[in-house]
């Protein structure tokens, strides 16, 4: 199954994965699983690090490099990712959740997160 990992996870993945739910690791660790990491999470680290934000001090180039080097696959953002938001309903405001919410719809992917409000969005979302 193609796992679509949101922003938090991964930086939990990366560098706490004390912080990870039984059920997170269980789907982390399947060998079956295709791991994939949105640009979407980068470009969130990127922008929220030069903010100053304590939970976002990684390196999004490092933490890039290290997704890459342990399987993880990358996927880019489309215009039919961007043009997919306009069907989501208004549940989150953040526009990076919404981004990976359309990404999995497109895509057929399940996104997981363990972001309450992003589980309440349709479609191949998974709380974990």
């Known amino acids: 199954m193609k796992l679509l990992l949101d922003t938090h ?30 640009a979407a999470s980068l470009w969130e680290i990127a922008i929220k690090r030069g903010l100053g934000r304590d939970d976002f001090r990684v390196d999004p180039r490092l933490l890039r490099r290290g997704l890459l080097d342990n399987g993880y696959g990358e996927l880019a953002i489309s215009s039919e990712h961007a043009v997919a938001i306009d069907s989501l309903p208004p549940i989150h405001k953040d526009p990076f959740d919404r981004i990976l919410v359309a990404q999995s719809m497109v895509e057929g992917i399940t996104l997981l997160t363990a972001d309450p409000l992003v589980a309440l969005y349709p479609g191949p979302v998974r709380s974990v």
């Open 9 to 38: 996870l991964l930086l939990w993945a990366a560098g706490q994965p004390e912080q990870l739910s039984v059920t997170a690791c269980t789907l982390l660790e399947d060998p079956q699983n295709e791991l994939l990491f949105s």
